[in-house]
DNA sequence: CTCCAGGTGCTTG
DNA sequence: CAAGCACATGGA
């Protein structure tokens, strides 16, 4: 059991924007399965409290506490973004494993997050380990290389993109990612979409959620439609121009304003 | 039963 | 480039 102050922080807004998937509310906690790891966690004001296999240092990456909101916060007043904060408070760009959130966001095209926790909770329990904690059954992430089974991918019905996913899980293991880790932005983003069922979209996903590249700005159905509500007078707007007018206008606050426009969007939609 | 969902890849103008 | 379409499958 461990306990973190936070400031400017909402666990339930962070976890529930649509970044992240392997998580249960249950009894007040929320749950969280990242990789092998299985940890429990909530919020009491400005206290975080957690328990499990988990310890401060990773959970302050893991939930972005280590960002300086302050700029952001100065930097969405200038751009009169405020509604969108003062709506949802406290969201986080999250820093997840970035294997788990790969293949979450491949599973993600043309879907909803409901369907896209049901693929994942299959995949964990086709190709993971059973986890016990809390006398509750968890299964870890499948392991990069571990998803070599194509009738078992169907099975956990990621239909077309149980082609994908096969494909990706031959071309990627711990030296790649590795070396994804040590790239800029661009050679990153060429990397990713080399692989099939990365587009753009699933590339910036990655780059944003899991490697830290607060540039990035994922344009989805949701994003295109508020971006071209605020800035092209709501007239449609290819993903082209929105993407080069967000990095014209937003710069190193991409990654962030995309966060709250999605989810304000999501959530209001 | 029909339509759509955090897109991508392929084919054509 | 931009537009059109197929791709599986659960849920409304």
């Not at 990655?206 to 490697?211: E, K, M, N």
């Amino acid at each position: 059991m461990g306990e973190i102050e936070v400031n400017n922080f909402s666990l339930k807004y962070t976890i529930e924007s649509g970044q992240f998937f392997r998580y249960y509310p249950i009894d007040g906690w929320y749950y969280i399965v990242s990789r092998n790891n299985v940890f429990k966690i909530k919020q009491e004001d400005n206290k975080l409290i957690y328990e499990g296999d988990c310890n401060e240092f990773f959970i302050r990456e893991f939930l972005g506490l280590n960002d300086n909101m302050d700029e952001f916060i100065k930097f969405a007043k200038n751009k009169d973004l405020n509604k969108f904060l003062e709506k949802y408070p406290g969201i986080r760009i999250m820093k997840q494993d970035l294997w788990q959130c790969l293949v979450s966001f491949v599973c993600s095209s043309a879907s909803n997050v409901k369907k896209i926790q049901l693929n994942l909770n299959l995949l964990s329990q086709y190709f993971g380990k059973q986890i016990k904690y809390d006398n509750k059954i968890f299964y870890s992430f499948p392991e990069p290389r571990s998803l070599n089974d194509l009738e078992k991918l169907k099975e956990a019905k990621t239909g077309y993109r149980a082609n994908f996913l096969f494909n990706i899980n031959n071309m990627v293991d711990e030296t790649f990612i590795r070396n994804l880790r040590l790239v800029k932005y661009e050679k990153a983003k060429e990397i990713l979409t080399s692989l099939p069922g990365v587009g753009e979209k699933v590339a910036d996903c990655v780059l944003l959620f899991s490697l830290g590249h607060k540039n990035a700005f994922p344009v989805d159905v949701w994003i295109k439609r508020m971006m071209e509500e605020l800035y092209f007078s709501g007239e449609k707007t290819s993903i082209k121009k929105i993407r080069e007018f967000a990095e014209e206008e937003f710069g190193e606050h991409c990654g962030y304003v995309q966060q709250y426009l999605f989810h304000y969007g999501r959530m209001n939609g």
